[in-house]
């Protein structure tokens, strides 16, 4: 069965603080790894896509692949109050043209001014 | 703006009465998909058109039943709601992997 784990939090960071979240998966097989956002009552928005091991940049956001250990990670620096939200890490394990995703259960994170 | 769109975005049902969400994308992405998510959880894939290609999940409830009529529109349909299936109901659209989801449709069951 497919398991992405994520500890639930909350995550409590200052304002101007970088924040670590991480995700571990069991599927061998994934193939691609993405990052979630979503505020309270909202849907989620994708913030960061991930396909090969290493970093990935995009502004403020890092993601971390690291395929060999099955995890995963988001970095957000410079952590803005408007950025406290649950994060959801998704796995794909597809290997044709499109995704089908299993969801952890989120980070929340919570960014005090 | 292309996007995703969902109507409506507040269902209430009452329990065993059949209730259809919609959903409809200016994305033109080939395709669609239904989750479910319930508070502090995790969503849940219930189905996804590749195309005109439906896939169920395994585990999704027969209860539960998809519509895809033309390459813009799906819908969701619950035959017989009961109390545990109130929950947000979220589209997603895809051409790639990457997936883009509407606001969702909360559901509330009565």
């Known amino acids: 069965q497919k398991e992405v784990e994520q500890n639930s939090g909350p995550l409590s960071v200052p304002e101007g603080a970088i924040a670590s979240l991480n995700c571990t998966y069991s599927?061998?097989?994934?193939?691609?790894f993405f990052w979630y956002r979503q505020y309270s009552g909202k849907s989620p928005e994708l913030i960061m896509s991930?396909?090969?091991?290493g970093d990935k940049e995009d502004g403020r956001f890092t993601a971390q692949l690291n395929k060999a250990s099955q995890y995963v990670s988001l970095l957000i620096r410079d952590s803005q109050p408007s950025d406290s939200a649950t994060y959801l890490c998704?796995?794909?394990?597809?290997?044709?043209?499109?995704?089908?995703?299993?969801f952890g259960k989120g980070t929340m994170l919570l960014v005090s001014p | 703006d292309a996007m995703v769109i969902q109507n409506p975005r507040y269902q209430v049902t009452q329990f065993g009465k059949p209730v259809t969400l919609s959903c409809s994308q200016t994305?033109?992405?080939?395709?669609m998909y239904w989750y479910q998510q319930k508070s502090s959880q995790a969503p849940k894939l219930l189905f996804h058109?590749?195309?005109?290609?439906?896939?169920n999940e395994a585990d999704t409830p027969d209860n539960f039943q998809s519509r895809r009529p033309n390459t813009s529109f799906c819908f969701l349909d619950i035959r017989s709601p009961g109390l545990g299936d109130a929950a947000m109901y979220l589209c997603a659209t895809s051409r790639g992997h990457e997936q883009y989801f509407g606001p969702g449709t909360r559901l509330t069951v009565t």
């Open positions: 058109y590749y195309d005109k290609d439906f896939n």
């Open positions: 991930i396909y090969s091991n």
């Open positions: 998704a796995v794909n394990v597809n290997a044709v043209g499109y995704s089908t995703l299993t």
């Open positions: 599927d061998r097989g994934s193939q691609s």
């Open positions: 994305l033109n992405h080939n395709v």
